[in-house]
């Protein structure tokens, strides 16, 4: 080898090394969002989903950084309050995607605001991984970058529907809000009760916001059926259990829907929560990674997650994060991936057609202890259900 | 106040400016990227708002609450008819289904005054979205409504900018005519003006019914933007008091308060939401005291009290 060709040979080492070196130090993955901050959303949004994402890209970094096709690249993320404004999330994932041109977003708080993503997401060509949006009407849409993480509310009322049947149920009364999920909630639960033969003794609906339902718990009491259920959102959830505690309106069976899965319901109303059942997924003892994913939550936050729909976010990240390793930051890749293959995570395994989590199955959850035990299906079961329910204390 | 306000007739510098304004506004869309063009949309959308409501509110003293249901049936027009319609045809009818619900709930109301008539008209917001809310349920089976197939980006901001624009002309008209000046002597005393020959019950309504009508052509404009309507997110009370507070802020009493409080309160609230995540509210709040402390007349006073001042001297 001449001397000339061997100083070649160094210079074109050094030069690998350099580029090797600069890609080690590569500019940040920046990760953009809106999500409620201030206003009606917020609640929601800081207990199930943003706190997930700085968890994330706090575990990510101080693990080196996001894998991106083997080189390691540190997450940025750059997140907004989107004020629980229907206009201002709009306006700032069009800035996310075209000012500030991030690589990959992450989803907003709630089914409204997720809607009103699904047309830029579509047009700029962002996969979006949503834990806090259900509804068949969003997957009707057919935007190929979306992907609901939830349970669909007839998966989930098939499983409650299940459950009752197991238990022998005869007779169910019900009360639902006037508003998407409510709605879509109970016409699922009809139509599965219908199907198990289970008699419907009553339905009544109440609007959005509602301040007293004693007169409504009332009468459902008077009729006396095997099961209660409440398809409500999280204010109305704390107030129908208050309220039937204060009439001793005590069915073998009471379940209430959203809220239900939040710590604070448990911290608010104490004892009175024994034996409640609503909507879940998981808890702490569902599996090795979910107790991890709960004592990092503590660990960081001082407060638990919930144990619906933080989990899925949390499972939301895990997929990105996985989809990333094999296609990089190509956002139709990344999309591609997610589409076609099936991942790990928190939750268990998951998989998509038509953009709907197919894997994760609908669940009856109850507190018990102070834990929100998973009692339905038996293959997902942390605990025995609590049944007859004991009446309010 | 004074009279002088309504007596002011623009120069040509002025007319000339705001035809430069114009052009630049309308081209805009060609010009701006996505993020941008929709900021440029937020200030357009409360101008119209803000402007049409110191029509009525700010010369009558009148203090409506009533924008944001006025603003909610306009979407809901469009929620309901849009794939009917076409959207130019929905944005009018938007605006003339909250102009008839005005006028009705008019005869109704505007013998109120002061905290009555504000807290009546706030509950308006509410009356609406619940009922619309009932007769979804009762009839269609659902209270949510999905919009596909929505306009581009660039016919729905040139809209927007059209009625914005109607809206700040009819206003301007309105101040000249004699309309305008009975709606000015309802504010400054309405049983002179009544005794004056003024039938003032019929031009409240006229004055409230003409200002919900832009507020619910913006309203049936801007709802093609977020394809799923439902009543909690059009019936959004958050709307009708940021409209009053920059028509407040401007100073309601004129045109061009409104209108420049509407810019540099939808660029300042954006840019202190980006910039300052966790305390925009705070440093907003601040902003908004001292404001009304150092300038209880709002913005326009700044350029008034200078032309008075000049005048005097």
């Known amino acids: 080898m001449s001397l000339s060709l061997r100083w070649k040979a160094l210079a074109v080492a050094l030069l690998v090394a350099a580029g090797a070196n600069a890609f080690a130090q590569d500019a940040p993955v920046r990760i953009g969002y809106a999500i409620a901050r201030t206003g009606p959303w917020a609640t929601g949004a800081q207990v199930s989903q943003e706190p997930n994402y700085i968890m994330w890209a706090d575990q990510v970094n101080a693990a080196g950084g996001l894998n991106v096709k083997g080189k390691k690249r540190k997450v940025e993320l750059v997140g907004y309050d989107d004020r629980s404004e229907t206009e201002t999330v709009v306006r700032t994932y069009e800035k996310l995607m075209t000012s500030d041109k991030v690589d990959l977003i992450l989803p907003p708080w709630g089914t409204g605001a997720n809607f009103a993503v699904l047309p830029l997401i579509t047009k700029h060509g962002y996969p979006m991984l949503a834990p806090t949006a259900t509804g068949r009407k969003l997957l009707q849409l057919k935007s190929p970058y979306f992907f609901a993480l939830l349970q669909q509310p007839d998966v989930m009322m098939d499983a409650l529907a299940e459950y009752l049947a197991a238990r022998s149920t005869k007779t169910v009364a019900f009360i639902h809000v006037d508003e998407l999920f409510g709605l879509e909630q109970a016409s699922a639960l009809e139509a599965s009760l219908k199907e198990k033969k289970i008699q419907i003794v009553a339905k009544k609906s109440y609007p959005m916001g509602v301040k007293d339902l004693q007169p409504v718990l009332n009468e459902m009491k008077s009729l006396n059926p095997d099961a209660f259920v409440s398809l409500s959102y999280p204010p109305d959830t704390f107030l129908v259990t208050g309220q039937s505690k204060a009439i001793a309106f005590n069915p073998k069976v009471f379940y209430a829907a959203v809220g239900t899965a939040f710590p604070v319901y448990r911290d608010k109303m104490g004892a009175m929560v024994e034996g409640v059942m609503g909507l879940g997924t998981w808890n702490p003892k569902s599996s090795p990674a979910a107790k991890a994913y709960f004592d990092a939550h503590v660990a960081k936050f001082k407060k638990e997650p919930d144990r619906w729909a933080s989990a899925h976010a949390w499972a939301g990240l895990q997929i990105l994060q996985q989809a990333v390793e094999k296609a990089g930051v190509d956002r139709k890749a990344v999309r591609d991936y997610i589409a076609a293959n099936e991942f790990d995570t928190v939750i268990g395994k998951i998989r998509f057609k038509g953009g709907e989590n197919i894997s994760t199955p609908g669940v009856v959850s109850q507190w018990q202890s102070g834990e929100f035990e998973v009692v339905w299906p038996p293959q997902r079961s942390t605990s025995a259900s609590l049944y007859p329910k004991p009446a309010f204390k | ?313």
């Open chain 2, 1 to 313: 106040m004074t009279m002088s306000g309504f007596r002011e007739r623009p120069s040509r510098v002025t007319i000339a400016a705001l035809a430069t304004g114009v052009l630049a506004l309308a081209v805009a869309p060609w010009v701006l990227n996505e993020f941008l063009l929709s900021l440029a949309l937020t200030c357009l959308m409360y101008a119209g708002l803000a402007v049409s409501w110191a029509m009525f509110s700010g010369a009558t003293n009148y203090l409506s609450l009533a924008t944001a249901a006025f603003f909610g049936i306009g979407a809901y027009v469009t929620a309901l008819g849009y794939e009917s319609l076409t959207y130019p045809v929905s944005v009018f009818l938007g605006g003339l289904a909250a102009s008839a619900f005005a006028a009705i709930v008019g005869v109704a109301i505007l013998h109120l005054r002061g905290a009555y008539f504000a807290v009546l008209t706030f509950g308006l917001g509410e009356l609406v979205r619940h009922a619309i809310t009932f007769v979804e349920k009762k009839y269609s089976g659902t209270v949510g409504r999905v919009l596909t197939e929505t306009p581009e980006a660039a016919t729905v901001y040139l809209t927007v900018l059209v009625v914005a624009l109607a809206a700040v002309a009819v206003c301007v008209a309105v101040r000249s005519s004699r309309f305008g000046l009975a709606l000015a002597g309802i504010g400054a005393d309405e049983q002179r003006a009544q005794t004056l020959g003024v039938n003032t019950r019929l031009v409240k309504i006229g004055g409230f019914a003409l200002s919900a009508f832009f507020a619910g052509a913006l309203g049936a404009a801007m709802a093609v933007r977020w394809t799923y309507i439902d009543p909690p997110a059009v019936f959004n009370p958050f709307i009708g008091f940021q409209t009053v507070l920059i028509a407040m802020v401007g100073g309601a009493q004129t045109v061009a308060g409104p209108l420049v409080a509407s810019i540099v309160f939808s660029l300042l609230t954006e840019l202190l939401r980006l910039q300052f995540p966790y305390l925009f509210l705070i440093i907003l709040g601040t902003l908004l005291i001292l404001l009304v402390l150092y300038l209880p007349g709002g913005i326009a006073s700044l350029w008034t009290r200078k032309r008075a001042g000049k005048r005097d001297g």
